[in-house]
């Protein structure tokens, strides 16, 4: 079947600018994660759904984060004012009801200029 | 504190050898899960292997084989005859039961040479 999607693959902007990543998770999968991959380094926590609500947001960085699951299937994690340190990779996965396995995407890569 | 070190940032081997990638790890909890994942150049994560706190057996898929003591918090990964297609970035994760989340070692990246 069909694995964890993520668009764009790649993102461009400006230091300022907002951006907007969106994860397509596996079909029923109720639980979703974001993670963000930095050069050379492991992935780092950000925000993890239950279905539509986030279940635990400590992973991120400040208040210019966000992440919605308005339907409990795809997200989307919101940046605003985006800062340079902000570039990686932002990876999401899911995890299907009863297992602690999760399942990833091919990720994007954003770059702020 | 919860952490996992990968203490090899890389690793070259020439192919058919043995290659172990090391992975320790630190967790108060009784119950946690660790796991093995493969980051091709493609960049996507791809599962290996899942196992809980309470089963220490070694674990043998094909050329892979994973060996897992409590006793020294070590999780450690053996690719046996290794193959270029092995070429990779392996991460060593942890999840504490219950949080659902994982921690994250820093890689070892591993070139399997022809």
């Known amino acids: 079947g069909a694995g964890v999607s993520q668009t764009p693959s790649n993102k461009v902007t400006e230091k300022g600018k907002y951006v907007e990543l969106r994860c397509d998770p596996i079909?029923?999968?109720?639980?979703l994660y974001w993670y963000r991959q930095s050069l050379g380094q492991g992935p780092e926590f950000l925000i993890y759904?239950?279905?539509?609500?986030?279940?635990?947001d400590s992973g991120l960085p400040n208040d210019r984060f966000f992440a919605v699951r308005p339907e409990g299937s795809v997200s989307t994690l919101k940046i605003q004012r985006t800062e340079r340190g902000d570039s990686a990779v932002y990876l999401c996965?899911?995890?299907?009801?009863?297992?602690?396995?999760?399942?990833f995407g091919p990720g994007t890569r954003l770059t702020v200029l | 504190a919860q952490k996992v070190t990968q203490a090899q940032t890389e690793i070259s081997v020439v192919e058919k050898e043995d290659v172990t990638l090391d992975c320790v790890y630190e967790?108060?909890?009784?119950?946690?899960?660790l796991f093995w994942y493969k980051q091709p150049p493609s960049g996507e994560l791809v599962f290996l292997i899942r196992?809980?706190?309470?089963?220490?057996q070694n674990e043998i898929s094909g050329r892979y084989s994973w060996n897992f003591q409590k006793s020294t918090s070590s999780f450690n990964f053996t690719i046996t005859a290794s193959q270029v297609v092995d070429s990779a970035v392996y991460f060593c994760?942890?999840?504490?039961?219950?949080?659902?989340?994982?921690?994250f070692g820093t890689g070892t990246r591993l070139k399997v040479l022809a």
């Open positions: 967790t108060r909890d009784t119950t946690y899960y």
């Open positions: 996965a899911s995890r299907p009801t009863g297992t602690d396995t999760q399942y």
């Open positions: 994760a942890l999840s504490p039961s219950g949080t659902y989340k994982y921690i």
């Open positions: 079909s029923g999968h109720t639980a």
């Open positions: 196992r809980n706190s309470f089963d220490e």
């Open positions: 759904f239950q279905g539509t609500g986030a279940a635990d």
